[in-house]
C-alpha cells in the first residue's frame, strides 16, 4: 500500500527559530494536507496543496506541494511556544486511491 | 459551532465487552470517517461512508462495525473489545472526498 515517511518525528524549538519538516510517498498525490495536533484535541487543517510546485502560506507557516508530487515541506517561521504540538501530513491519491494517507507526525517541543 | 462531535471522551472496557463510540457533525457533510490513532503513529481509517446507508472498509476494519442511518451520524461499534483496541479513535467528516476533512476531539479507549 501507499507509504508515507514523515521527517523529523520529533524537534526541539527555542522561541524565535524557524522550523522545517517533510514527508515523502512512495506514489503520486493528488492533494497534500498539512494538520496540527494539540494534546486531547483532534487534528486541525492548517494549510491545504492540490497543485504540484503550489507554494502557500498561513501566516508564520509556508507548505509547499512536491514538483515531483511524492513530497511535501512545511516551513514554520519565527516559532512561538504555543506552536508546540504534533504536527502531521497527509496525502491523497486519485481515483480508488482516494483516501487521507496519513504520516506518522512530527512533535515539536520547547527547547528547555 | 459544534463541528464534528464525539463521546464519549474516555472509556475503559473489559476484554469481551461491546461499546459504541457516537459521532454526529452539523455540517450537512456527505463523507464522514472513523479513524484510530496508536502512539507514534499516524491515523490508521477504519471504515468511512460516502452518505446515509452506504459504508465501506478502510485499512484496519477487522473487530470494528459501522453504520450510516442518517447524514449527520456514524456511531462505530466494537462487539468484543481486545487490548489491540487500545487506542484513541477520531471521528472526521467532509462535503465530499476532496474537501478537508473536520475532526472530532477523540475518544480515548482503554481494554484491559
Not at chain 1, 515541506?73 to 504536527?87: C, K, R, W
Not at chain 2, 464534528?4 to 471522551?9: A, D, E, I, S
Not at chain 2, 459504508?55 to 456511531?75: A, I
Request: hydrophobic share 35%.
Amino acid at each position: 500500500g501507499q507509504q508515507l515517511n514523515q521527517s523529523p518525528q520529533s524537534m526541539f524549538i527555542q522561541e524565535g527559530e524557524d522550523v522545517s519538516m517533510n514527508c515523502t510517498s512512495s506514489s503520486i498525490f493528488n492533494t497534500w494536507l498539512w494538520y496540527k495536533q494539540d494534546p486531547g484535541e483532534g487534528p486541525v487543517l492548517l494549510i491545504a496543496l492540490y497543485k504540484a510546485g503550489e507554494l502557500t502560506s498561513n501566516g508564520r507557516l509556508t507548505a509547499q506541494f512536491g514538483i515531483t508530487r511524492k513530497d511535501s515541506f512545511l516551513n514554520i517561521s519565527a516559532s512561538i511556544p504555543s506552536d508546540v504540538g504534533i504536527y502531521f501530513c497527509a496525502g491523497r491519491g486519485g481515483g480508488s486511491q482516494g483516501n487521507l494517507i496519513f504520516g506518522k507526525g512530527t512533535k515539536l517541543s520547547v527547547k528547555p | 459551532n459544534a463541528g464534528v462531535t464525539q463521546t464519549p471522551k474516555f472509556r475503559i472496557l473489559k476484554i469481551g465487552q461491546s461499546m459504541t463510540l457516537q459521532c454526529a457533525q452539523d455540517m450537512n457533510h456527505n463523507y464522514m470517517y472513523w479513524y484510530r490513532q496508536d502512539p507514534g503513529m499516524g491515523l490508521k481509517l477504519i471504515y468511512y461512508s460516502v452518505g446515509a446507508g452506504i459504508t465501506d472498509k478502510g485499512e484496519v476494519p477487522n473487530g470494528y462495525n459501522v453504520s450510516r442511518s442518517t447524514t449527520e451520524d456514524f456511531p462505530l461499534r466494537l462487539e468484543l473489545a481486545a487490548p489491540s483496541q487500545t487506542s484513541v479513535y477520531f471521528c472526521a467528516s467532509s462535503k465530499d472526498r476532496e474537501n478537508i476533512q473536520y475532526f472530532g476531539a477523540g475518544t480515548r479507549l482503554s481494554v484491559l
